[in-house]
Structures are given as C-alpha cells and as structure tokens.
C-alpha cells in the first residue's frame, strides 16, 4: 500500500462512501481506485489528486498534504546513483537489496535520519 492509497482508503471509509461511489464520482473505474489503494498503481496525476480533494471538501493543509502524499506513493521508485561517490553508489544497492526485509522500526530510523536538517 502507498501513502496516498492509506489516505484515500482512510478517507472514503471515514466518510462512508463506498469504492464504487467514489470510483463513479471521479470518473474511473473501481478496479482503478482499487489499485490506487492497494499500491498497485503509479502515483495518481494531479488532476486526479484535485478531483480527490474537491470530492472530500479537503482544503488548504489537507489538500496539500494529499498532494505530498500522492508524489512520494510510487510503488516502484528507482534511484539514479550516476556520478555519486562509491560508497553513496553502494549504499543505494545495499537498500535496494535489503529494502523488503526491513522492519518497521528501521524503516522508522532511516526516514529519522533522512528527516534531519
């Protein structure tokens, strides 16, 4: 699952609407909501995004937050690690390798570290 799909799965059952009406709303087909949801799908497209937010009335730090979501929700990201030192070359295929066996809490204590100024 992505960030965004967590939202919007969050979203659509906090408010009680079903995948199907919202699917309907935004013009899309369930399956595609569906995939949204579970991560198997590519980030959705801004407009998709804005269409979201005006369907749940989200506005300014929300709506913006949905936004952030929805750009960091690719489920297949790739790093490009050309021109970087070997060591930082390194260190993006030991993650690339290890990512799926990462618990929770390491994966807590990399975004930590990657959070500091």
Do not use: C, K
Not at 33 to 42: D, M, N, Q
Not at 47 to 61: A, P
Not at 84 to 97: D, H, M, V, Y
């Amino acid at each position: 699952m992505t960030p965004f799909g967590a939202r919007l799965r969050a979203l659509r059952e906090a408010r009680g609407v079903t995948l199907a009406d919202l699917a309907a709303a935004l013009q899309v087909s369930p399956a595609y909501v569906s995939a949204l949801e579970h991560g198997h799908r590519g980030r959705p497209s801004a407009g998709l995004v804005h269409q979201v937010n005006e369907y749940f009335g989200l506005i300014w730090d929300d709506a913006e937050d949905l936004a952030r979501l929805a750009r960091e929700s690719h489920p297949r990201p790739t790093l490009d690690a050309s021109g970087l030192t070997p060591e930082a070359t390194a260190l993006a295929n030991r993650l690339a390798r290890h990512f799926r066996s990462l618990s929770a809490d390491q994966v807590a204590r990399i975004a930590a570290v990657l959070d500091e100024p």
